[in-house]
C-alpha cells in the first residue's frame, strides 16, 4: 500500500493503520477515553498505550473503514458484524456495515470489507465513498425511513453493493436500514438507495438521478 494514502502505527501486539482516502473525520478515535489516540502527540496514534482489545474495539468504531488493525500475536483480526446495517446519517452519507462486498473497490482498502460510508449528496470526488461534500453541498435530508420492507431471510451473510452507471446503490443480502433515529426502519434483500441527493423518497432511489443528469460510474 502506497505510504502517502495509508500510514501505519507499529505496536508491539497490534498494528493500526489509517487510510487517508477513506477518512472523513467523525472522530470517534480522538474522542475515545484513553491514550490510543491523542491529538497533537507524535504519533497520535500508539497502540501500546491501550490493551489490545481496547485498540481493537476503538478502530472497529470508524464508521468510514478508514482504521483498520493487524493483530500479530493472536491474529484475530476484525469479523463482520452479525448483522447487515445500512444507517442513514441525518444531513450525511449512509454507514453499512456487515460482510462488505463492494464491486470494483479496490483491494488495498481492508476496513471496507466490514465498515463502509457511502456517498448519497452527489457530490463526493471519491464515489462510491463519501468525502464530506454534503456539508459545503448543503445537502438536507433527516434519516426518516417509512417503510418496512420485506423481512430477511436470515441475520448476516454477504451483502453485495453496486454501483449503477449514472444511477443508484443496487445493494442484495440480508440488512437492516437504520433511520438516523436510531429505530432499525427497514429490513429485506434487496433495494436501490439514492446516491444523486435528488430522490423524493429517501433514502430510496425514485429515478430522480434521470431528470437531474447524475453523472458518476
Known amino acids: 500500500m502506497s505510504k502517502d494514502k495509508v500510514t501505519t502505527y507499529a505496536g508491539k501486539n497490534i498494528d493500526v493503520k489509517w487510510d487517508s482516502r477513506l477518512c472523513i473525520h467523525i472522530g470517534e478515535c480522538g474522542y475515545a477515553d484513553g491514550d490510543l489516540f491523542v491529538g497533537g502527540r507524535d504519533p497520535w496514534c500508539q497502540p501500546d498505550q491501550e490493551p489490545d482489545d481496547n485498540v481493537k474495539e476503538i478502530v472497529e468504531r ?5 482504521l483498520t488493525y493487524d493483530d500479530k500475536v493472536s491474529g484475530e483480526n476484525e469479523q463482520a458484524a452479525d448483522c447487515n446495517t445500512v444507517q442513514v446519517v441525518y444531513n450525511g452519507p449512509l454507514y453499512i456495515k456487515g460482510e462488505l462486498h463492494i464491486d470494483n473497490a479496490p483491494d488495498d482498502m481492508p476496513g471496507i470489507r466490514y465498515r463502509a460510508a457511502l456517498c448519497r449528496c452527489g457530490q463526493s470526488d471519491n464515489k462510491p465513498f463519501c468525502d464530506n461534500s454534503h456539508l459545503n453541498a448543503g445537502f438536507e435530508d433527516f434519516g426518516a425511513v ?25 445493494l442484495s443480502g440480508n440488512f437492516a436500514i437504520v ?34 443528469g447524475f453523472e458518476a460510474e
Open 179 to 212: 433511520a438516523s433515529s436510531g429505530r432499525i426502519a427497514w429490513e429485506g434483500k434487496q433495494a436501490a438507495l439514492c446516491r444523486c441527493g435528488h430522490s423524493k423518497n429517501k433514502p430510496f432511489c425514485d429515478g430522480s438521478h434521470k431528470a437531474a
Open 146 to 170: 417509512g417503510v418496512k420492507g420485506d423481512g430477511l431471510d436470515q441475520q448476516g451473510g454477504r451483502l453485495t453493493i453496486k454501483s449503477v452507471v449514472n444511477g443508484p446503490l443496487l
Open 62 to 66: 470508524c464508521p468510514s473503514g478508514a
